[in-house]
């Protein structure tokens, strides 16, 4: 049977008067071809953002957190009783504390809030990547006076590396006979840092612990514990930071980067399935075109459809002729679909005209990423559709009356 | 034992005046490698007789038989039997466009077989002996009106029925091609025994033939 199925696909396909170039079959295979671009588009968008923000985080953040549960800091007797437990764990890779301190950031005249982080820039396993993001300049924090800053801060203040930075600090103020005084000091910029994560990039101001001390008023004290997990733990770092909390008696609040970002990824997850079935739909209006395509082919070719039945041929046999031949179609049309979205996808992500908003999607560059599960998701919801509406005017052939068309009847 | 037989049969159209009833009780038979002429007006339901033989329609009632067996145009096997049992030939060739004349004739071969090889090369053999083996890649608008039956001819022909139906096979045609499809069809029925269900309004033509049936008022008028 199919040998016949697929004699007759070839002889329509191929045939001199090359139906499929008619008004209605290009309608359908262009409004396929449109939707499927479309979804693709979306598809590839919302996977690029996924993955590039996900790795965007774990690039700019340790994976646990570790605060003292009461009101303070980490000081030096929490730091030896943390280093001894969680050096002992399997999964972690790496430990550091860190200072962390609102400041005001002024250069050029213009002034903005930033975030002060005393690190510890000389550790080489460090549980963040500083090291690995500073784009331009050094990275070296040896000079009291040297910082390393947000490369959106540097633009911001209009900063290159080498001016001058003033930093503000209303936490280390002193009395002084003219009135308050807050803390100020100048620095030098020796390097920019670039994690990707719009925020960051926008407020880190990066200094050493002695100079950190001092702007945030901590003698010997820490804001929290930064840990880096072994890659194969990352996914479970909820449970660890769960488990360690309780085993240490609540004495620490222990949050993970699931924690603070957990929420995200499963809105992200949420709103990609939400988008995907929105865009079906834009298949099933193309659709209607398949169905009015076969109906018209149906309708022109009444008369050879009967003379085949009058000599043997089935109704199931012609209809899986139609079915056969709208399914190469849709195929064809389908894949096209596809790669016109993947070109214009990866035109999005080359061009740089069209920006995202960094301050509200955290990342301003449109990535975009394909993967085979979408890929075959797309092809497969696609097909269906299409496949299903052919089936729509197939009733067509089933009450075709031979003798009506033998006798010139419409 | 006749090759086929018609008992009683009758059919009816609705319309919207009424009822038009067009075969009040039809009764013949054929026998194998019989040629038999129906005659009659415009009108007078010779095209709806043949229909119901071939069938192509369902009868209001009466029955018909081939070699003694009951069949009706319901029957789950009818695609079959109207494959091979069946030759048509109409009035207008009825040619697939797409086709070639050579594929247009293994076509009911194909149908039954799928075996398209086979198929083909029996259609050359039928294109030889009618004098067409030239015209075999032709498209059915790159014939002349006498090809075009005669390729229809050969395409009813290819799964050696037992019988053939035609419904006025030369009205399209000049008399010389009339003659000349007329003479094919003798000479097949001589050559071969087949058997031949003809309608036609030319008496010239219908003299040709071994009986005749004239059809008027609804039934069979010897
Ligand atoms: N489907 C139909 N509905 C209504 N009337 C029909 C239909 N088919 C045929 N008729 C009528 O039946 C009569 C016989 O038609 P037909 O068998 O084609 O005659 P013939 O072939 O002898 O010219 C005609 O009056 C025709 O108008
Ligand atoms: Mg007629």
Redesign the pocket.
């Known amino acids: 049977m199919y040998k016949v199925i697929i004699y007759f696909i070839k002889k329509y396909i191929f045939s001199n008067r090359k139906e499929w170039l008619r008004s209605d079959s290009v309608f359908m295979v262009v409004g396929i071809i449109v939707s499927v671009a479309t979804l693709t588009i979306a598809q590839a968008i919302f996977e690029g953002y996924e993955t590039v923000l996900k790795e965007t985080i774990l690039g700019a953040n340790s994976h646990i957190y570790v605060f003292l549960s009461s009101d303070g800091y980490l000081n030096k007797d929490n730091l030896a009783e943390l280093d001894e437990f969680l050096t002992a764990q399997p999964e972690v890779a790496a430990i550091s504390p860190i200072i962390i301190t609102q400041v005001m950031a002024s250069g050029n005249g213009k002034i903005k809030g930033a975030l002060l982080r005393g690190i510890n820039w000389q550790q080489e396993n460090q549980p963040t990547l500083y090291r690995e993001k500073v784009f331009a300049g050094t990275y070296d924090l040896s000079d009291e006076n040297s910082t390393v800053i947000g490369s959106k801060l540097a633009q911001a203040l209009n900063i290159k590396v080498g001016d001058k930075i003033k930093l503000i600090s209303p936490m280390n103020s002193k009395m002084t006979p003219m009135g308050v005084k807050p803390k100020q000091q100048e620095f030098t910029v020796g390097g920019l840092y670039e994690s990707g994560m719009y925020d960051y990039d926008s407020k880190y101001v990066f200094v050493n612990y002695a100079t950190a001390a001092e702007f945030s008023a901590m003698e010997d004290e820490f804001s929290m514990l930064e840990v880096k997990l072994k890659p194969e733990f990352i996914e479970k770092a909820d449970y660890l930071a769960y488990r360690w909390q309780v085993f240490l008696d609540y004495q620490y609040q222990i949050s993970s980067w699931i924690d603070f970002n957990g929420n995200l990824f499963s809105l992200l997850t949420l709103e990609k399935w939400v988008i995907f079935i929105i865009l079906s739909f834009l298949i099933l209006i193309a659709s209607f075109n398949v169905v009015s395509s076969v109906s018209t082919s149906i309708i022109e070719k009444r008369q050879e459809l009967g003379i085949l039945k009058a000599f043997g041929a089935s109704h199931q046999l012609l209809q899986k002729i139609f079915v056969g031949k709208t399914l190469i179609i849709s195929v064809i049309a389908v894949s096209l679909g596809q790669i016109l979205g993947v070109l214009i996808a990866k035109f999005l992500s080359w061009q740089k005209f069209f920006v995202l908003k960094g301050d509200v999607y955290f990342l301003d560059k449109i990535n975009v990423q394909f993967s085979v599960l979408s890929w075959l998701l797309i092809l497969g919801v696609s097909l269906s559709i299409v496949i299903l509406a052919s089936f729509i005017p197939l009733r067509k052939i089933s009450t075709l009356e031979i ?2 068309i033998l ?1 010139g ?1 419409n | 034992m006749s090759l086929l037989k018609v008992e009683n049969l009758c059919k009816s ?1 609705r ?1 919207s005046t009424g009822k ?1 009833e ?1 075969l009040k009780g039809i009764n013949l038979a054929v026998e194998s490698g019989e040629m038999i002429a129906i005659t ?10 043949l229909h119901l033989l071939g069938m192509l329609d369902s009868a209001d009632s009466g029955e018909i038989f081939y070699f003694e067996k009951l069949k009706k145009a319901t029957d789950k096997d009818i695609n079959e039997f109207r494959n091979k049992t069946i030759g048509f030939v109409f009035q207008f060739h009825y040619l697939l466009e797409d086709f070639t004349a050579e594929e247009n004739i293994a076509m009911p071969m194909f149908l039954a077989t799928h075996n398209f090889g086979k198929s083909l090369k029996e259609a050359r053999n039928l294109l030889h002996s009618f004098d067409l083996y030239g015209r075999r890649e032709h498209y059915p608008n790159q014939l002349s009106g006498g090809e075009q039956q005669r390729v229809a001819v050969a395409r009813a022909l290819i799964n050696k029925p037992e019988i053939v139906f035609a419904d006025e096979p030369t009205g399209n045609l000049d008399a010389k091609h009339s003659d000349e499809l007329i003479g094919l069809l003798v000479d097949l029925n001589k050559q071969n025994n087949q058997t031949f269900v003809m ?1 036609t309004h030319n008496l010239e033509i219908a003299d040709k033939m071994h009986r005749k049936f004239h ?1 008027e008022y609804g039934v069979i008028i010897k």
């Open positions: 003798t009506d006798r009847k | 159209y319309e038009l067009v009659g007006e415009s009108g007078s339901g010779k095209s709806t007789l309608v059809l």
